[in-house]
């Protein structure tokens, strides 16, 4: 015991004030061994350490942690495990992918500095260790020696810093810049030495180590002369490397015999993704055997899957939820009085007991989900109320309602929820003309003048899950927000986003949290009705698939038991 509270000194010693906090947070049980841990890692004190002090201070583990560990048989070597997805839309190019189907895909061959994992905390991989000064404004990350790309050459700092000026790049259609615009601009990484790169930031920022991970699925580290035509290579550095390509069709994936994790090397002797055009061909593929492996279903396209004893399900509590915007710069939503109407006509209840059969938590208005520990619990919960709907009708001139078009696109549970919606408004005579397209002429050039998604009146767009809310606060929301088709401009609430990423410490977050939750209830820009929990399926003849609630999924370690 005295020698274990010597090293709590000792490390306490050498820590930064901002790790310091979080200690004492810990000790006095401000938060639970599970975010303890989780925090740690992302102010770069490394698990190995958080779990010693975690141990050392005294809290007793978390059941849900101790369930983590529980042993599955052990795959066998050999094989071809097959996996299961919808097809990508547009272009494989890790730059530009902004689709679950593209991402899924980018982390086989491609490899971040952190992975993001499904509990939320952050794990090292081409950065062994990451690092900040007190105001979380400039971050040092030290990279993996060993690390080679698949033609050969060694991974370096170089690498590093010329992939994130190429998403920070406002001229390279970047769609990380959903996650890096007002946080990192172009030439704000440098190389230190060929091992060390440092990030100077455009504003403080505590979650950074998470916008260079897998949550920010665009930055995989590639070489510094990447050109583009990633589709013709898949270059990367991850555990897979591309045998081939069918553009539409799927992909063979070979194992990386260079990669630099011996244990992490695949113990199949080939991979092969295959595509299908919606989630019902994914289902009955699966159910036919042509697969092993579903990356995600939803509840209403795969419930058959749920009750089948020879497939094991996975279900993860998430972030990811279906954003409704109502766009505030042109009419009818042009009137706050109108939004508010909308959200109150809205039967969240019936969403959750009905369209996703219990498997999600219910939304509040704004990207602050139940699964992260910065959402304020006090804030009122929005509820169905008709008649005070009507009443702000009313106020706003147009008590005998009007019509309006939702556009979304065939995917998951959205067009079941487009008709739910379309049901509730119409009890204040509200019209909703519903266009239900394909994701690509939804999406179109993701560029506002070119886009469904963010030019039309009214959409549905779906939102993977993120293990911080950063992303989800700011593309969407901010007055320079790149996926904001509410083309919502709010200067106080840029401000709070502000305050809210230069928070370190948990109370603090919590208390900008409350103020932005606060304000979007009353603004209500965007639906956020539900946050639903992933749900991947395995064949019961299959184990070592790791899958996070974003849709990433490591198949390096899968295999046949």
């Known amino acids: 015991m005295k020698h274990r509270q010597e090293r709590v000194d000792a490390i306490r010693a050498r820590s930064t004030e901002r790790e310091n906090h979080l200690i004492d947070e810990y000790r ?30 005294g809290q007793a583990r978390d059941p849900l942690e101790q369930a983590d560990e529980a042993q599955q048989g052990a795959p066998s070597k050999g094989g071809t495990i097959r996996v299961g997805q919808q097809t990508p839309s547009g272009a ?31 794990q090292p991989r ?40 190429r998403l920070a790049d406002p001229d390279n259609g970047s769609n990380a810049l959903s996650a890096l615009t007002g946080v990192l601009s172009k030439g704000g990484a440098k190389t230190v030495d060929a091992s060390t790169v440092e990030f100077t930031l455009d504003a403080p920022n505590g979650n950074f180590p998470f916008l260079t991970s897998s949550d920010n699925y665009n930055a995989i580290i590639l070489p510094k002369d990447y050109e583009g035509d990633w589709e013709k290579t898949f270059i990367g550095t991850g555990p897979w490397k ?6 539409g069709e799927g992909i063979t994936l070979l194992p990386n015999e260079q990669y630099w994790d011996p244990a992490r090397r695949p113990l199949s002797e080939k991979a092969e993704i295959v595509f299908f055009g919606n989630e019902q061909s994914l289902i009955l593929g699966f159910q036919g055997n042509q697969v092993d492996y579903v990356v995600q279903f939803s509840v209403s ?93 009313e106020a706003a001139g147009v008590a005998d309602g009007f019509s309006v078009t939702l556009s979304t696109w065939q995917g998951f549970e959205m067009p079941d929820y487009a008709q739910l919606l379309q049901q509730d408004l119409r009890q204040a005579n509200i019209r909703l003309n519903l266009s239900i397209t394909d994701a690509g002429t939804y999406y179109g050039d993701a560029t506002y003048g070119n886009s469904r998604w963010l030019d039309s009146q009214m959409g549905i767009t779906e939102y993977g899950h993120r293990g911080v809310p950063n992303v989800l606060l700011g593309a ?28 370190i410490d948990l109370d603090s977050q919590r208390a900008a949290s409350k103020q932005i939750q606060e304000l979007l209830l009353d603004e209500s820009p965007i639906l956020f009705t539900y946050f639903y929990y992933f749900l991947s399926g395995a064949k019961d003849y299959v184990a070592g698939i790791d899958t996070t609630a974003m849709g990433h999924t490591d198949v390096s370690q899968a295999g046949f038991v």
């Not at 996926?483 to 709070?496: I, P, R, V």
Request: charge should be neutral.
């Open 28 to 57: 006095f049980g401000k938060i639970g061994r599970r975010e303890f841990v989780r925090r740690a890692a992302v102010a770069g004190m490394g698990l190995p350490m958080a779990g010693f002090l975690a141990a050392a201070c």
């Open 476 to 503: 969407p929301l901010l007055s320079t927000g790149t996926w904001n088709g509410a083309h919502f401009k709010n200067k106080t609430y840029d401000k709070l986003f502000a305050d809210y990423t230069a928070a």
């Open 92 to 122: 494989l190019d890790p730059v530009t992918v902004n689709n679950q189907g593209g991402l899924t895909v980018l982390g086989q061959t491609g490899e971040y500095l952190i992975w993001s994992d499904r509990d939320l905390k952050p």
């Open 126 to 165: 081409l950065a062994e260790s990451w690092s900040s000064n007190d105001d979380g404004s400039v971050w040092s990350f030290k990279l993996r020696q060993g690390a080679v790309f698949h033609d050969g050459r060694t991974m370096d700092a170089e690498d590093v810093v010329t992939t994130f000026d």
């Open 301 to 393: 396209g795969g419930k058959a899957l749920l009750t089948d004893p020879t497939v094991v399900t996975t279900e993860l509590k998430s972030s990811a939820h279906r954003q409704c915007h109502l766009r505030g710069d042109i009419e009818p939503f042009n009137d706050k009085r109108i939004r508010q109407a909308v959200a109150l006509l809205v039967n969240r209840t019936n969403l959750v007991d009905g369209l996703l059969d219990t498997k999600t938590d219910i939304g509040n208005d704004s990207p602050f989900a139940p699964v992260f520990p910065s959402t304020a619990p006090d804030v009122r919960q929005r509820e169905q109320n008709v008649a005070e709907a009507k009443k702000l009708l």
């Open 242 to 247: 591309l045998g081939e390509y069918r553009p």
